[in-house]
């Protein structure tokens, strides 16, 4: 019994070490007015672009735009080749092909009116195999159109496809299992426990594979092992929770869905759960309907609100999302090992909360006369679930099998023993068996819970001396673990302790700066500073112990020494905003920010100017004590050690960070976002994300359909209109942290800037040419990735185009000859000849305005145009005359011949 308690108890102190927060959730859904996201598969392509199989067809996204691909029914099942998609669903299977002006359709293959319901497909070597309940189907990846059936056995009925080592094993709905070999159903060549399978995944990394029944029980296989059961701690946990999915994350970790506790983390090695995710922890539902691990180690959930990426290899770790923590967060602070929060409606402290199930055990009492004798507990395993039995097996469970055992064989007390003369002897003794039930602890979960003694908004926590203090429009408090003790009721904007932890300084609501010096447990004030009566938004410390008051339009120096004020330095400048500022000390320098300028104070001149090394167009931060900028594309800190020990970069995911705090001993960041998620960024370099999806042209198209284009060319027609250029490298963080820049070669001389938006280039009119884009993606990193340039030509209609000006100038010519003519044979087709003539004019017009348009660079106006033509006009009017005299001579020349 001590052991067990011993044992008992390291393993719940491995829980309170081991808690590190939950792993970070990103969300995706196509189209907000939809209420049901019902989805049946999930696969990626070579690209990362994600498919996604449902009710109306497959979902396609890019991690920025969601594109419907419709089918004739549900769509229930993917299998990816090396160049296509293959897709079964309730009409039948087919693929996906690249439609010149739809872009991506759905291609039906199935002939035979068997073909229907394929609820199931594996991709494997050259081949895809589909099934339904009464036949396999086997089409060729290379040619689809070749295929070839196998009918299931009679009186079976087909439940699943699988790859186990190479070689395709189809399970059947009475818990059977075959290997196709030679077009045929044969017996597989391993022995697999007589239930249901559920999913059998291959690991990216090993030659292992999972397999997970109907029964929540997991498996491994290997050509080395065979089939071993993967013993898992939280069985009965996996088996209440009736498992719907599994996929690896890596080589010894595994996520299994779940139909009622969302995604659960098993390492394999150990059995132990390293992670759930679910409801509590921020997945929007808990039924899970399939997930799938990508290339870059996310597990995608489908649910009935769309779906959900677990970032699972990225530093963040997510703390928001425990029971009992309410309000907006406004701050956050670690402290000997305890974890605090300030938020609108008070201060939270995360703690440790004890999870029990309830156990079922009997007593047998006995009694003889009137005196009762009382046995110890008998503890009957049937009452208990048999999930529960299995999971409560560990290292002691042989002792326990072997003592049920024994008591089984005992005879039992109230039994008629057997005399040696044969004789029956009835029983003194009555038995009588008593049904209790007793707490067992499960699991050690977290939970906040509000320090008592504070009630309002916290807005401030300071690390002092090993103690916290909190303030805030609640007041000013003193925190020791879960009870806090008030300095002051007043309620507070700012407050700061001095370097020497001699000194608390506090500008309260009422306009006074109060100061107060502990003595021992006790907090005095000592009126410091209680001639200063003015608003002050916040307060720092330089490093000559110089302490600085922020206010509207005036900043307050006061000079401090030996814990006596010397002077009060009155510092004016211009905030027409009436802006809160903010400020902090850098080295010697003390620099201030008001309404995104900065400023930097010049100790010689006793005023503050523009500092210029900083832009105003970014966005500042001064929190937990320290300055933080984001110039638009990375966050940067001036302190050097921040800089040095974190990689910042990884920052850019959430470019309107409210709060950021290192804890206190320094190893992490305490993010909070506008989003209210608190997160603890690590400083371990290990967890990098470092595969990078290609860049690559995705799309051409304009406003009435796509354009057909290869991956390297494009031709485009001038009157195509508004064309737009869409590239794209898949980032599946939700928050668009990929940058875009461009260069249109023959357009322009140099790259656009970088911008998270430049991946699509739109060009509204382009000149007839030849051109060559260049493009270029960069991650959080820094890490530029670009691709092939894509050559387009931009040719102009046919009737700007060489062939019709030669047709157009042979008709004009003609028309010409045939006025001439006329003119000449008679005086009856002067009227005709004449009118020849116009219709000639206003060709030659239009010939000659194609010719200068074609010619022409830019996007014209219609003043433009009108002036073009009215220049053409008078041009072509000497030539109009000089025509005219030529018919008109040619009229006269006939006349005198015919007169003659």
Not at 511 to 529: H, I, M, R
Not at 644 to 653: D, G
Not at 680 to 707: H, M
Not at 715 to 722: D, K, R, T, V, Y
Request: aromatic letters at 12%.
């Amino acid at each position: 019994m001590k052991l067990g308690f011993i044992l008992l108890l390291l393993v719940a102190f491995s829980n309170v070490v081991a808690q590190n927060g939950n792993y970070s959730l990103s969300h995706f859904n196509p189209a907000q007015e939809r209420s049901d996201y019902l989805s049946f598969d999930l696969t990626q392509d070579e690209r990362g672009i994600i498919y996604i199989a449902g009710k109306d067809g497959i979902e396609e996204f890019d991690g920025r735009r969601w594109r419907l691909i419709p089918t004739p029914g549900v769509a229930y099942t993917l299998a990816k080749t090396a160049t296509s998609i293959l897709v079964g669903g309730l009409e039948g299977y087919g693929k996906l092909v690249n439609d010149s002006q739809k872009g991506w359709t759905y291609k039906a293959l199935s002939q035979d009116a068997k073909a229907k319901n394929i609820f199931a497909s594996l991709a494997l070597k050259d081949s895809v195999y589909l099934i339904n309940e009464g036949q396999l189907f086997i089409v060729s990846a290379e040619d689809p159109n070749v295929t070839r059936n196998i009918n299931a056995p009679v009186g079976i009925s087909l439940a699943g496809v699988f790859d186990i080592m190479g070689k395709v094993h189809i399970t059947t709905s009475d818990n059977g299992i075959f290997v196709v070999e030679n077009g045929h159903f044969a017996p597989v060549g391993f022995t697999v426990p007589n239930e249901q399978i559920l999913f059998v995944e291959k690991s990216p990394i090993s030659e292992n594979y999972l397999i997970g029944t109907a029964s929540s029980h997991l498996f491994n296989y290997n050509d080395k092992n065979g089939l071993t059961e993967i013993v898992v701690k939280d069985q009965a946990l996996l088996s209440s929770h009736i498992m719907s999915d599994g996929v690896w994350l890596n080589d010894h970790v595994i996520a299994i869905g779940t139909l009622r506790g969302g995604v659960v983390f098993i390492d394999i090695n150990t059995g132990s759960t390293e992670e759930i995710i679910d409801y509590n922890t921020g997945l929007p539902d808990n039924e899970v309907f399939a997930l799938l691990s990508d290339k870059r180690q996310g597990i995608w959930v489908a649910h009935s609100y769309g779906y959900s990426r677990i970032a699972t290899n990225v530093p963040f770790r997510s703390f928001s999302h425990y029971k009992g923590l309410s309000g907006n967060l406004l701050t956050v602070q670690s402290i000997n090992g305890n974890l605090y929060a300030g938020t609108s409606v008070g201060l939270f402290l995360l703690t440790q909360e004890e999870v029990y199930d309830e156990e079922v055990y009997y007593v047998t009492r006995k009694s003889k006369g009137t005196q009762k004798v009382e046995e110890e507990p008998l503890i009957i395993e049937q009452d208990v679930p048999e999930e529960r039995q299995r999971a409560k097996r560990g290292f002691f469970g042989f002792l326990k099998e072997k003592k049920e055992a024994e008591v089984q064989n005992k005879p039992s007390p109230t039994e008629p023993s057997a005399t040696k003369s044969g004789s029956a002897q009835t029983p003194l003794e009555v038995s009588m068996r008593e049904r209790r039930t007793r707490k067992v602890l499960r699991s050690v979960d977290y939970a906040y819970k509000m320090v008592s003694g504070t009630k309002g908004k916290v807005t401030q926590l300071w690390h002092w001396n090993g103690k916290l203090l909190a303030g805030g429009p609640s007041g000013l408090y003193e925190v020791t673990g879960d009870k806090a003790i008030a300095i002051s009721v007043e309620p507070v904007r700012s407050f700061i302790v001095t370097k020497d932890e001699m000194t608390l300084v506090a500008a309260t609501y009422d306009n006074e700066v109060k100061t107060f010096s502990s003595a021992g447990e006790v907090w005095n004030q000592t009126f410091l500073l209680d001639t200063l009566h003015a608003f002050v938004s916040f307060l720092f410390e330089d490093k000559q112990e110089n302490i600085w008051l922020c206010g509207l339009n005036t900043i307050y120096k006061a000079e401090i020494l030996d814990g006596e004020l010397v002077d009060i330095v009155k510092i004016p400048f211009s905030n027409p905003s009436m802006a809160e500022t903010f400020g902090m000390a850098a080295g010697y320098d003390v620099y201030v920010v008001i309404a995104g300028k900065f400023l930097r104070y010049d100790f010689v001149k006793e005023n503050f100017e523009v500092y210029d090394s900083l832009s105003s167009s970014g966005k500042s931060l001064v929190s937990g004590n320290r300055f933080w900028y984001f110039d638009g594309h990375s966050w940067s800190s001036l302190d050097q050690q921040i800089s040095q020990k974190f990689k910042l970069n990884w920052l850019n995911l959430f470019p309107q960070i409210r709060f950021i705090s290192p804890d206190d001993r320094n190893e992490n960041l305490w993010l909070i976002t506008p989003s209210n998620d608190l997160y603890r960024f690590s400083s371990d370099a290990a967890l990098a994300d470092t595969y990078q999806y290609p860049l690559f042209l995705k799309d051409v198209r304009n406003e009435q359909a796509k354009i057909i284009f290869t991956a390297k060319s494009v031709e485009l027609s001038q009157e195509l209109g508004a064309v737009t250029l869409e590239f794209i490298q898949p980032e599946y963080s939700g928050l668009e942290t990929t940058e875009y820049r461009y260069w249109v070669k023959g357009l322009q001389k140099d790259w656009s800037l970088w911008s998270a938006f430049n991946n699509e280039i739109s060009f509204p009119f382009m000149p007839v040419g030849s051109y060559e884009v260049l493009i270029q993606s960069r991650n959080l990193f820094g890490v530029v990735a670009d691709t092939q340039p894509v050559s387009f030509v931009v040719v102009p209609p046919y009737w700007k185009q060489t062939w019709f000006f030669a047709a157009e100038f042979g008709f004009f010519s003609l028309l010409v000859m045939l006025s001439i003519r006329l003119s000449a044979m008679n005086e009856r087709y002067r009227l005709i000849s004449r009118l020849l003539s116009l219709l000639t004019v206003i060709l030659l017009i239009q010939l000659i305005q194609a010719a200068v348009y074609s010619m022409i660079t830019m996007q014209s106006t219609p003043v433009v145009d009108f002036f073009i033509q009215v220049s053409i006009a008078l041009l072509v009017l000497p030539l109009e005359f000089t025509l005219r005299k030529v018919m008109t001579m040619g009229g006269a020349v006939r006349s005198v011949c015919v007169n003659w």
